[in-house]
């Protein structure tokens, strides 16, 4: 027999769609997942989580954390172990390898746990039963009636699906953003953030040779005019991970394709005026890399993250550059928040009404929080390459405005969160 329980569709399936996905599972709902590839993927390398993203994992369900803690890696020095990241002189030409001038270090009370994507969704993917997911689903347009009747999805391959609600966790093209702001809307696509990132692995021992123990095996902010360069350790410690940033002046030239094929005479040529530790990176990169762009939603923020009985989250409503290295975490921040509106027994017992009034709690407090972060992750990132205005250089105001931000972030409790969400759902449902 069909459920007769209500049914909810999820677009995309990686982290938040993933994460999402088990806390629904968990607390009962019936939910579909539908991704655009022909598996499970995640692109890039490594992400990290804060306290406060740590914090949500578990409101989510404590499966999710045991699975975060099977695949992150720390500092590997014990003096570390708070450290998020060293901020150090990465422009002194004169500073030898591995002995830049450290500014100044942020700490919390995690320090840093980098995990690699695609081995945190291997994980994950554990915990989605069989007959949940549904592969080579590219959503192309959503049919939301006017009245209570099903929500219908159209994908690509010609195929259907119908739902009570449909929330899109379809990252930072998201499909569903387009269709809820309209084809046309300046914010149906994301834009284009003036900086680029070359992305490298570099086996650990190789990198403690030429680097140091300190610098290899510990996370590393290398500060610079128009650029910064991140090194910190991933795969139990066995890898270290290399993020190049660098700002530019020019248009990216393929707004469809994120990602270009490069060269390391390419990054050689972005960080010429960079010191020496940060050339002997470069110099253990391979000589083909790929370069991301870095886009996001800052310039056309949605107005709202939902529309009737479809909604997004995650990415998809709010995608950020990731100079605070906190997406991910304000994703499952969301996840959490979402799942817990969506299990209060008010809204299945208020039917299609009580679903679009989950949804609007959800937009109502999750909009200010992430559309922050958005705008202080561009700003950070220029705050990191002496480019903010009333900044630059001066090392006391980059770690105040560093540290500032941080905070803001890591201080999020995701208990106050759901219970503020808690709040406008009653006020909701009673209007």
Known sequence: MASSKPSIAIVGGGISGVVLTIALIRRGIDVQLYEQAHAFGEIGAGVAFGPNSVRAMGACSPDITEAFNKVATHNQSPDKKYVWFDFQDGFDKNAPVGKEK????LTNDYGANA???AHFLDELIKLVPDGITHFNKHLDTLEQPDGDGKVKLKF???TEAEADAVIGCDGIKSRTRAWMLGEDHPGAAPVYSFKYAYRGLIPM?????????DNAGNSKMHL???????TFPVDGGNTMNVVAFHTTREQWPDVKHLTMPSKKEHVYEDFK???PTVQKIIDMLEPNLDCWAIFDTAEHPMPAYNKGRVCCLGDAAHATTPHHGAGAGICIEDAAVMAELLADPAVAAAGHKGFRAAFQAFSDCRKERTQWL???SRKDGDVYEWRAEGVGRDVDKIYAECK????????????????????????????
């Open 102 to 105: 450290l500014l100044f270090s």
């Open 224 to 230: 610079g005019q128009d650029g910064h360069v991140l």
């Open 205 to 213: 021992q190789r990198a403690v040779d030429a680097l140091g123990e």
């Open 404 to 431: 500032a931000s941080n905070d803001e972030i890591w201080n999020g409790q995701i208990d106050e969160m759901i219970a503020d969400g808690r709040q406008s759902l009653v006020t909701l449902l009673h209007a």
């Open 156 to 158: 690509h391959d010609g």
């Open 273 to 275: 005026d960079f010191g």
């Open 374 to 376: 958005v705008q202080s």
């Open 115 to 117: 995990v690699h994507r």
